[in-house]
């Protein structure tokens, strides 16, 4: 078997992995455009306990990532100066090139060839392999090369967005939200390592552009950004790394496979980064892929129409939920004219997938205070 991965990102990176260890004997190839360690963004975040599932499918992995991992179990909102604490909501994150070099170990480990600077032509990857997997991305060539064949919808959202990193290290995920004299302002932000963090900025299109900010070189769009967040920055500065304002694509597929090419993570679907949960999707799909193929390896055609029937149902509902939050965040300002407590509670709420009764459990310590200020 030979099988051609484009992307080393982790979906590209982890299914190449475990293709090699499921087929020792198989050539697996991992061919990435980028030189190695030119990757964007700063920290990849997980909810609470969302590599979990690695301990049962691959406990060596999870074994090598965990040391790495921070880890909190609270959640922050920061509402009209006030901090509202939603206990019980954990997440744990990493910086996304000590995650990606870990994922190479192993995939190393296994005898995956990895290419760097490596451009492939599709179609002669298409003739010359029995398997290629389209893991390069959001904006992958392979999936717009064969789009009408995948049923490929692409959709951005309104909001724009953008992605630094800081030194200030935060005790929690924090989601602070500020309202200015151009209109409301919000910052995803969460550290990776100890003494780094991701810091997300996001805001309406309207606001964007009352703002400035569609004129502004970067580095004027980051001394706004750090006049706005002073309070949270508390004198750390912001950095980039490729930081533009963009809007957050969301991409869907009708059909996952044309012929033998295959698509996984980001090229088959984003999830929005208020949840969370597109790297774990990326891991997942990996899994669900190779399964599929060990399952089927004498017909890749069959493997593939396997791994679509059994990993849809599981992943249109997580996607569902992403979908719900970003809903939310593209409104935020309007959420926003709430009290801190009920905000929280609307925030916390916003995917539709945490009952009351589950809530109350899990975030004891928040519902008795949102109870108490309501009354």
């Known amino acids: 078997m030979r099988v051609v991965i484009i992307g080393a990102g982790p979906a590209g990176l982890y299914v190449a ?4 260890r499921a087929f020792r004997w198989a050539d697996v190839q991992v061919h990435e455009r980028r030189a190695r360690g030119t990757t964007f963004g700063f920290g990849i975040v997980f909810s609470d306990k969302a590599l979990d599932f690695l301990v049962a499918e691959d406990s060596k992995t999870h074994a090598l990532l ?6 909190w179990s609270d959640l922050t909102i920061v509402h009209r100066g006030e901090r509202v604490v939603i206990d019980g909501i954990g997440f744990s994150a990493i910086g996304r090139q000590m995650f990606l070099d870990l994922l190479e170990v192993r995939a190393l480990d296994a005898g995956v060839e990895i290419h760097y600077d490596s451009e492939v032509d599709a179609a002669v990857a298409s003739d010359r392999a029995d398997l290629v997997v389209a893991a390069d991305g959001v904006g992958s060539g392979l999936r717009q090369e064969h789009a009408t064949a995948f049923g490929t919808s692409e959709e951005p959202l309104n909001n724009r967005f953008i992605w630094f990193g800081t030194s200030k290290p935060f005790d929690t995920l924090t989601q ?24 997300i900025v996001e805001t309406h299109v309207q606001t964007w552009r009352d703002a400035g900010l569609a004129d502004l070189p970067i580095e004027a769009s980051i001394r706004f950004c750090e006049t706005v967040f002073a309070e949270a920055l508390q004198g750390h500065r912001l950095v980039s790394n490729n930081s533009h304002w963009r809007q957050f694509p969301v991409v869907r597929n009708r059909t996952w496979s044309h012929g033998n090419i295959v698509l996984i993570g980001d090229a088959l679907h984003t999830a929005h980064y208020s949840i969370g949960s597109g790297t774990r999707l990326a891991l997942e799909d990996a899994i669900a892929l190779a399964a599929a193929v060990k399952a089927r390896p004498h017909d890749i055609g069959e493997a593939l129409g396997r791994y679509q029937s059994e ?5 249109q509902k997580l996607l569902g939920g992403a979908d719900a939050s970003a809903a939310w965040y593209e409104s935020f300002e309007k959420h926003m004219q709430l009290a801190p407590y009920d905000f929280a509670m609307s925030y916390i709420n916003r995917s539709g997938r945490v009952d009351q009764a589950r809530l109350k459990a899990m975030s004891p310590g928040f519902v008795a205070n949102y109870e108490a200020n309501a009354a």
């Open 17 to 20: 992995y475990l293709l090699k």
């Open 66 to 71: 965990a040391p790495e991992l921070e880890q």
């Open 176 to 199: 602070t939200f500020l309202q200015t004299r151009h209109g409301a302002f919000n910052a995803h932000h969460y550290r990776y390592q100890p003494h780094a963090s991701t810091f």
């Open 311 to 315: 990993r849809q149902p599981i992943l």
